[in-house]
């Protein structure tokens, strides 16, 4: 095992360039939908060139490139993922400081994108250089990635950033860390499943003689809101070991859309449902629950139609607790932060399956101290920087230098 005290010394010695690249990151809007990562892309490929690294643009679409930067030649690979674009920042008025900023305030960088996930994407960057100059793996040996990729704020099922890494054969790795701040070491995560249920009725004038003799009009809107009521209590309230505290969820009416006009009776009414999956449930038993309730609803109301449309679908994944890249994790955050941290499974969904469904073990989850993802004053701590690097080349080093193999 590598010295934790000599990989935090090295790593401090980064810490004042990886905290101007991150600010350099945040300042530039990568939102997904409204900023291509071109140019957050642009800047991480200018930092590995200064770095002197070997790097790429790789992309299926040229103005949502993905960040390849690799170290060594070797045949034993590992990838350290972050993804390049975000959220929206929301109001602006919510935040402490523009949301664009990258301010550094008690010790924190606040930003849009801070947390999730620029700040991972500059230590992973830093940690190839620590690799590279404190001679910490043999390059003729070992090859190590760092990787921000695009559009996975879409919905994490996007064929533009990890998966067009992999269809290419671009990061043949052993393992992986997927590195979003975290306190937890992430084994994995929940699946996720969105359907849109979409209620077709008949509109009539809501004051019509027609209307109150029940001859004319099929109101979609409650047809739909009895269907959502339902679907909340369809699914058993099941749980399981690696992801403690949660539960398979069905959410209705995420969002909800109805009616054409104040005197109207609804003709159209739509709802988005969340579903999230754990290990062993299928997206699919779960659609064939999903149809049954609304072919039962529609027999009840003469003249509805109802009908469903996928808009997300991805599997849980899991790595067992006891692989070597989880053991080697659990060391090396106890020696760097003095605590042992949990092992188990995120609640949100996230590329990792991608990379596990092609058999490389990944962290789904795994980097510095930060938090508001996804709302206001978003920020990451700026001392949890070399920390996070010192942990990244430990654990690099233990699984690269293995002598066990395992699946």
Not at 47 to 59: I, K, M, V
Not at 129 to 139: H, Q
Not at 189 to 218: D, Q
């Amino acid at each position: 095992m590598l010295s934790p005290e000599a990989l935090l010394r090295s790593a401090r010695r980064y810490a004042p360039q990886v905290e101007a690249f991150l600010g350099d990151l945040v300042r530039i809007p990568s939102v997904n939908g409204s900023h291509p990562e071109k140019a957050a892309a642009e800047r991480a490929f200018a930092e590995a060139q200064r770095l002197g690294l070997t790097a790429a643009l790789p992309a299926r679409d040229p103005q949502r490139p993905n960040f390849l930067a690799e170290w060594g030649r070797g045949r034993a690979g590992f990838a350290l993922i972050a993804h390049m674009d975000t959220v929206a920042a929301g109001d602006p008025q919510a935040w402490s400081c523009p949301p664009f900023a990258g301010e550094v305030r008690g010790g924190r960088l606040l930003g849009r994108g801070a947390a999730d996930n620029k700040a991972g994407l500059a230590c992973g960057l830093y940690t190839l250089a620590l690799l590279r100059d404190e001679g910490i793996l043999d390059p003729d040996a070992a090859r190590v990635w760092m990787a921000g990729v695009a559009d996975e704020e879409s919905g994490a099922c996007s064929p533009l950033g990890v998966r067009y890494l992999l269809d290419e054969g671009l990061i043949p790795a052993q393992a992986a860390i997927y590195t979003y701040t975290s306190d937890i070491i992430c084994i994995g995560h929940r699946g996720l499943l969105r359907f849109r249920v979409l209620a077709r009725g008949r509109a009539v004038h809501s004051g019509s003689p027609a209307w109150s003799r029940g001859e004319e009009g099929v109101n979609a809107s409650t047809g739909l809101a009895e269907v959502l009521l339902r679907l909340e209590k369809l699914l058993p309230p099941d749980s399981h070991p690696a992801f403690p505290g949660m539960r398979t969820t069905l959410t209705p009416g995420t969002l909800l859309h109805g009616g054409e006009f104040e005197s109207m009776v609804p003709a159209a009414a739509e709802a988005l449902v969340d579903v999230r999956l754990l290990p062993g449930m299928s997206a699919e038993a779960v659609l064939a629950a999903v149809e049954g309730v609304l072919r039962e609803v529609a027999a009840a109301r003469p003249g509805l139609g109802l009908s469903l449309e996928v808009k997300n679908r991805l599997p849980a994944a899991l790595v067992p607790a006891d692989h070597r890249l989880v053991r080697a994790a659990q060391d090396y955050t106890r020696l760097l932060t003095g605590r042992s941290w949990p092992v188990e499974g995120a609640g949100p969904a996230n590329e990792g399956y991608m990379l596990i469904e092609q058999g490389i073990p990944t962290l789904c989850g795994f980097g510095p101290t930060g938090g508001g993802a996804h709302a206001a004053d978003e920020w990451v701590d700026l001392a949890s920087l070399p920390v996070t690097m010192a942990m990244y080349a430990g654990i690099i080093h233990a699984v690269l230098n293995s002598d066990t193999e395992e699946n």
